[in-house]
């Protein structure tokens, strides 16, 4: 990666929090060790966002960035903060590619789906983009890919800063469901 490369930021890290916290509750949080271009897993989801959302036109680019590692410690701690009130913040691990070819049997190609059963502990597994922030600062796009116990989808969210506290908060979401992990198949790589 060169030195121009862009790095997640703290308030990056406070957007995923907010996605992810909101669909955990005692389980464990599996995040991709990698923030995205949404052009590896969207299908046809940016086009459904701008349709959602058309106020993310302008920021748009954001989603085709370049890929990056993400820092757990990072991770983690946006979770505590965002979870102070809470005794027990959401437990957070990042994914790396050698557990998710070891749960998958073998390398996959790059549009995998995996069900959060194949990790002991595991309450879902994330994908993440990078945020694209309104140009008035006030929301957050996000476009990623999301597997819990029941189902697989690309969820296309907006994510809104409280004007008192500062914090992100989820705000409207749709998703697209891609599988239901019929037949007890817990992990794909092709999907339409």
């Known amino acids: 990666m060169s030195s121009s490369a862009r790095e997640p930021t703290s308030q990056d890290y406070d957007v995923w929090n907010a996605l992810v916290s909101n669909y955990i509750r005692l389980g464990t949080a599996y995040v991709w060790h990698l923030v995205e271009p949404t052009s590896v897993f ?65 390398t996959p190609k790059s549009t995998w789906l995996a069900s959060p059963r194949l990790l002991p502990g595991a309450e879902a597994i994330f994908r993440l983009s990078w945020p ?28 809104d800063k409280d004007f008192l506290s500062g914090k992100w ?16 198949k817990l992990f794909v790589d092709e999907w339409p």
């Open 42 to 106: 969207d299908r046809g989801q940016t086009k459904s966002v701008l349709e959602f959302f058309p106020e993310a036109r302008p920021v748009e680019k954001a989603w085709a960035t370049h890929e990056v590692e993400l820092d757990a410690d990072k991770l983690r701690y946006a979770a505590n903060r965002g979870m102070q009130r809470f005794p027990h913040p959401p437990k957070v691990r990042l994914l790396d590619a050698a557990t998710l070819a070891r749960i998958a049997g073998r």
């Open 132 to 159: 694209a922030y309104r140009e008035d600062g006030r929301a957050a796009f996000l476009i990623c890919a999301v597997c819990t116990e029941w189902w697989g989808s690309v969820i296309e969210c907006k994510v």
């Open 169 to 184: 908060r989820l705000g409207e979401t749709s998703r697209r469901d891609f599988t239901y992990w019929k037949d007890g």
